[in-house]
């Protein structure tokens, strides 16, 4: 039935997409995000992700909220952005109205009851009852300046189960100056069929009026509900990061940006090379997680695991779609592990630029399968010290651990003593700290000292054990720094999870030295803080 009608051409149609990640994706259970956080990740949406239209509040929520709307609204003005940023508001005596207005809005997205259950449970109210009251909301919005957009609230159950309520409400209301009628799925029954019909039958009824589709994703179909509404004749969608909402959250921005333009063709004016970012910014200021294997922006996604794929590449991209990495200011990556064949290897060997004989990468092939097996995750990072494991190879052993004791003791410091040596020079410190691995790096930052070096500031740290370890298993800490040439991230494997966390330490200061060891042998000039390592 999809294919069976389009409303328009879809080479010459643009789709609008709005983001409501700062306020219905705030309705995810433990986010809140801060001013100054709402700020930035508004300014990242509109200026660098280009969405269409921003929904960035709740009206009358908390003064917090009213400062963080005011600060964007302020910015947005200045940019032009001002009558793109929209907040949420009620029927509620215009309370919304000023909360709106003394924080410098200019759009209103009136709430409005999309079903008759609602209407009668809620607000114990009569379809004409309801909208005389939305009529008198908009009049007064319009008399002070406001553009309006009307929420048709539980509209998916309200066209299921009474239909002309909905119709009778949309009438009502048609010549009221409502810029777009928002049709949200709010509890993510919908299935893509429906979906088509019921906007279909909308836009069919009423042609002369504007459409938007808001969706929920509760049985996963938020994304597949979006491009029938579109398909259907939508004229604009909406979306959050990384899926951000209430319950099982709304449809992905990427998601969606990225299937209109190659499932359908239709036009969108996201920056795709700015949703990693992005989606980054989310994942850090909500504290949500998303998978590894996300689409678009996940970890994981331009990642090749199986050595015939990597092989496939190789001889002619034979794996390759118009997903590709660089589309979205990424890197394709090859993983090593159990499941990697040559061509795996290969591919990470010529991203570092390093030559090994075919005879060696046998070596160091079957030594990345060992550690797979042992579901020790292995990075592109850790293929030197592989390597040098392997072939016995002093380029990456400029530092060595060669002692180290730490010992903590309940509501005491932690303590850790270490013998280190760096390039032909053995160097003792001692070092106290709020846990084993502070007082280790505080050790550390001693010997460095002494050569001029400040350790790089540590970005990340995430520990980490296979599924169903037992007590004695190996712990994997990987840890991310911020070093001079962008992020470092390291890992280092112990059943301790202390020297664990050691050995990812000093894999980063091996990495450093080299680093400033090759820029010397180069001509070049390394960084300071890394060329005071070599000498």
Same mark, same amino acid.
């Given at each position: ?147 309006? /957009?009307?929420? $048709? ?6 066209? *299921? &189960?009474?239909?002309? %309520?909905?119709? #009778?409400?949309? !009438? ?77 959250? /709304?449809?992905? $921005? ?6 209109? *333009? &190659?499932?359908?063709? %239709?036009?969108? #004016?996201?920056? !795709? ?88 990468? *046998? ?173």
């Amino acid at each position: 039935m999809l294919d069976e009608i389009d409303h328009m051409t879809q080479s010459s149609r643009y789709v609008s997409i709005l983001d409501t990640t700062l306020r219905d994706g705030e309705q995810t259970q433990s986010v809140c995000f801060s001013p100054d956080e709402k700020v930035n990740l508004a300014k990242a949406l509109l200026e660098q992700v280009r969405v269409d239209r921003l929904e960035v509040a709740s009206a009358r929520v908390s003064s917090g909220e009213a400062d963080a709307v005011a600060q964007i609204i302020a910015w947005a003005e200045e940019r032009g952005f001002a009558d793109r940023v929209e907040v949420l508001g009620f029927v509620d005596k215009g309370e919304s109205l000023d909360w709106i207005l003394g924080a410098g809005g200019r759009v209103l997205n009136l709430l409005a009851k999309g079903s008759e259950k609602h209407c009668r449970g809620q607000l114990g109210k009569t379809l004409d009852q309801h909208a005389a009251d939305v009529r008198a909301t908009l009049s007064a919005a319009r008399a002070r300046g406001l553009t309006v /957009n009307l929420y $048709l609230e539980d509209w998916s159950n309200g066209y *299921r &189960d009474n239909p002309d %309520y909905v119709f #009778g409400l949309v !009438e009502r209301l048609a010549d009221s100056g409502i810029g777009h009628f928002m049709l949200p799925d709010t509890l993510g029954i919908m299935t893509p069929e429906g979906v088509f019909a019921a906007v279909s039958d909308m836009i069919g009824r009423f042609p002369d009026l504007q459409f938007d589709f808001h969706p929920h994703n509760d049985y996963g179909l938020a994304t597949a509900n979006v491009l029938a509404a579109v398909r259907a004749g939508a004229a604009t969608v909406h979306c959050t990061v990384n899926c951000l909402g209430e319950r099982a959250g /709304n449809a992905s $921005l990427a998601e969606v940006a990225v299937n209109l *333009r &190659d499932q359908l063709g %239709y036009q969108v #004016g996201i920056d !795709e090379t700015h949703l990693a970012r992005v989606s980054e910014l989310v994942e850090y200021f909500s504290g949500k997680r998303i998978a590894d294997n996300a689409p678009i922006v996940g970890a994981d996604v331009f990642t090749q695991t199986a050595g015939i794929h990597a092989d496939g590449d190789k001889k002619g991209s034979l794996y390759h779609t118009r997903l590709s990495p660089e589309r979205f200011a990424r890197r394709r990556k090859y993983a090593l592990g159990k499941l990697a064949g040559k061509a795996s290897l290969a591919k990470n060997l010529e991203r570092l630029d390093i030559d090994l004989s075919e005879a060696n990468q *046998r070596k160091v092939l079957k030594r990345i399968v060992e550690l797979g097996d042992s579901k020790k995750t292995i990075t592109i990072e850790d293929l030197p010290f592989i390597i040098a494991e392997v072939l016995e190879s002093k380029d990456y052993d400029h530092a060595e651990l060669l002692a180290c004791s730490v010992a903590s003791t309940l509501d005491l410091e932690s303590t850790a003593s270490i013998k280190l040596r760096l390039n032909d020079e053995t160097h003792t410190a001692v070092g106290s700290g709020n846990g084993g691995f502070d007082a280790f790096m505080s050790a550390l930052a001693k010997v460095v000292k002494r050569r001029g070096l400040t350790l790089p500031p540590l970005l990340d740290y995430e520990v980490r054990i296979p599924k169903g370890g037992r007590t004695d298993a190996l712990t994997e800490c990987s840890i991310t720094w911020e070093a001079e040439e962008g992020e470092l991230r390291t890992r280092g494997v112990h059943s301790n999870q202390v020297f664990a966390a050691i050995g990812a330490t000093m894999r980063m200061l091996n990495i450093l030295m080299h680093r400033a060891i090759a820029e010397q042998r180069a001509g070049g000039t390394a960084p300071p803080a890394e060329r005071a390592l070599v000498t």
